[in-house]
């Protein structure tokens, strides 16, 4: 509802007293990437604490909660015709729209305001970064042409009188865009927005999920923008699944972003030495790195129809097989095995050239096997956990971690689980929540070793963890069962 809005709104902060000027004399312009179109500029005040400085913002392109709702009816509106709050020496006028009482201090609403203006993501789903101009290089395009150009704004009439109060958003509307329902709302998500993350930090909450902690934000963004442009639109057009075709493929863009950026680092002085993506569902991701000039191939143990729209590369690098470990294979009959046409896919074994960069990418039963098979292959790894089994491939709860303030979660017991496999087999796990349109975002990267290879008895640290009695039988039922949505 207000994404049009968004694109292009002034942030304005209030406050008065050197306290305030520091921060906003550090923090002056700060600009995002997006097309330029006129809108209303917003001023958010913490009452009788005043000094005025203007954000210009251009963005960057990437059902409400009952809580939420609630939180927005409780906003108290200023009926129409209020008198102006305050006032620009210029004498242009500020319209109150919303206030709400609030029991945080101004540095609260600085630390929080700030936030909001680094991460419009916050705001809108169609937006994911503010970069800050006074902390980037000048250069010559550093400010394009706009219509709001930035500026700073003095408003007369406005002193400390309080500490704490209320918090309240006016707007200074243009000629060409007079008060509306949708600028009405738009005050109100952002009003509650501010509201809700500035009452929660002077309650002592702590963000228990960190992003960026392995590639920084701009750089990954940066790529995933070219690649969401490049590829997106075509890819949509294109798609035959039963599955949304805008999460599949906003989410597989993401995570090939964050693939090329972490090879970009890891291969930088050497050769990349390809990739396989095991249990690759319907390809996306394989073709999506093919098309970017990296060499790999992926298989899984049915095939996709997405599979015949993708190029006659990526094609020819996606393959139906089922994977039945070495460590679990008997007989020489079950090393890796092609299929022939109109019969039952074939076998790998699960051993890859050493140095292949694994790929699991919401392999469910293959999950657990991941760190195992990177073990065995010598090659580093990135699993993103989905859907919970043992290594005997049955469905399975894994134990609740027991760290301490750990989730009980299915899903952060199946993390922790397999997070723990990995540990024991040598690895230093890294681990990443990645900016994908999906709760089942954390990356569990492995690249560096703890200990050596020769280390560790594989075969016991399977037994150790539950044993794979059942693997061949479950494997195979992938062959006959109902494909799934990844």
Not at 46 to 58: D, E, G, P, W
Not at 340 to 347: A, D, R, S, Y
Request: glycine share 6%; proline share 7%.
């Amino acid at each position: 509802m207000y994404r049009r809005i968004a694109k292009n709104i002034g942030l304005t902060c209030h406050y008065r007293g050197d306290a305030a000027e520091a921060w906003f004399s550090s923090f002056r312009y700060y600009h995002v990437t997006c097309p330029n179109r006129r809108h209303s500029p917003i001023v958010f005040a913490v009452q009788n604490r005043l000094h005025l400085s203007t954000a210009q913002i251009r963005f960057i392109n990437t059902g409400p909660s009952s809580q939420y709702v609630k939180m927005l009816s409780s906003l108290e509106p200023y009926p129409p015709g209020s008198p102006m709050s305050f006032e620009e020496d210029s004498g242009a006028s500020w319209t109150p729209l919303f206030q709400k009482q609030c029991s945080f201090p101004p540095e609260i609403f600085r630390q929080v305001m700030l936030n909001l203006i680094r991460n419009p993501n916050i705001n809108s789903n169609h937006l994911f970064r503010a970069d800050i101009s006074l902390e980037s290089p000048f250069a010559d395009d550093s400010l394009t042409d706009s219509e709001i150009p930035p500026r700073i704004t003095h408003v007369k009439g406005y002193d400390i009188k309080t500490v704490i109060g209320s918090v309240s958003i006016h707007y200074s509307f243009f000629d060409s865009e007079p008060r509306s329902a949708k600028l009405e709302r738009t005050a109100q998500h952002l009003l509650t927005v501010l509201h809700k993350h500035g009452q929660g930090t002077a309650a002592g909450y702590v963000k228990r999920v960190n992003h960026d902690v392995i590639i920084p934000q701009a750089v990954l963004q940066n790529t995933y923008a070219r690649l969401k442009a490049k590829y997106a639109k075509i890819l949509i057009s294109r798609w035959v699944e039963s599955t949304d075709p805008t999460k599949h493929v906003f989410e597989d863009l993401g995570i090939a972003a964050f693939l090329i950026e972490l090879w970009a680092e890891m291969y930088k002085e050497t050769y990349f030495p390809g990739f396989v993506d095991i249990g690759c569902g319907n390809g996306l991701l394989v073709h999506i790195l093919l098309e970017e000039g990296y060499s790999g191939w992926g298989f899984d143990a049915r095939r996709r129809k997405s599979w015949a729209t993708y190029s006659s590369k990526t094609q020819e690098s996606l393959k139906e097989l089922v994977l039945i470990p070495s460590i679990l294979q008997t007989t020489a009959a079950e090393t890796p095995t092609p299929n022939p046409p109109n019969v039952l896919p074939g076998t790998h074994n699960g051993l890859f050239p050493e140095g292949t960069f694994i790929i699991s990418n919401h392999a469910d039963e293959l999950t657990p096997w991941t760190p195992i098979l990177a073990n065995l292959s010598k090659s580093p790894f990135m699993m993103i956990p989905c859907c919970s089994h043992a290594l005997s491939g049955a469905k399975f709860r894994a134990p609740p971690s027991k760290g301490l303030n750990a989730s009980s979660s299915a899903y952060a017991s199946l993390v922790s689980w397999v997070s723990k496999i990995a540990r024991e087999c040598g690895w230093v796990v890294e681990k990443e929540m990645l900016r994908i349109p999906s709760t089942r975002n954390t990356a569990l990267i492995g690249r560096r070793r703890a200990i050596g290879f020769e280390e560790l008895d594989v075969k016991e640290l399977v037994g150790a963890n539950g044993g794979a009695d059942g693997w061949r039988d479950n494997a195979m039922k992938l062959v006959k069962g109902a494909t799934r949505g990844h």
